[in-house]
């Protein structure tokens, strides 16, 4: 099973400002099926990059994906408000395994 | 996007089976290419995956859970479910369904207590 271990933990920034959210992964995701959701406290979990660095469908393009092989990264170029939340990387090019990142939260100062 | 909604019991007590059904609108359970997954959220943790059952029917299982997991599809009311076995309080969650990795059910909570 690949593990994925994300980095930070934690991150509080101040609106405008841009994060960076590491994803490694323990071997290397194949056909870089790598995705980032966002999910917040009570809602449905949003998928907002998959293939490593394609944005979905509605998604504004302040979040942007990159990597491949072993480590990806998600950034969020101005962040506003309501980007408050917890990140989750997920690899599902491995099978039969998919497996989650532990998440990095987002604190909006 | 398809949309998708979870339902089932909110309480299971330890040993049974928990049940549940994911009911998908807007599109067809058994058009190509598509996985219906089952994820979970277990209180102050991440999200794990639990498995997945593909168009075809094929299932594919998270290891750790393998053995007490089964998802099948209802292709003829557009749903497909998941039954986990031998629950303990680890399995109290939020349960949620999901298409491929880009529409996902709000979820349901499912409590394990006597």
Known sequence: EIVLTQSPGTLSLSPGERATLSCRASQT?????????????????SLLIYGASNRAAGIPDRFSGSGSGTDFTLTISRLEPEDSAVYYCQ???????????QGTKVEIK | HVQLQESGPGLVKPSQTLSLTCTVSGGSID???????????????GLEWIGYV???GNTYYNPSLNSRVNMSLDTPNNKFSLHLSSVTAADTAVYYCASDQTSWGQGILV???S
Do not use: C, E
């Open chain 1, 29 to 45: 995701v194949v056909g870089s099926y790598l995705a980032w959701l966002q999910h917040k406290p009570g809602q449905a979990p």
């Open chain 1, 91 to 101: 690899q599902y090019g491995y099978s039969p395994s998919w497996t989650f990142g």
């Open chain 2, 31 to 45: 058009s190509g290419g598509f996985y219906w997954s089952w994820n979970r959220q277990s209180p102050g943790k």
């Open chain 2, 54 to 56: 593909y168009y075809t």
């Open chain 2, 111 to 113: 409590t394990v207590s």
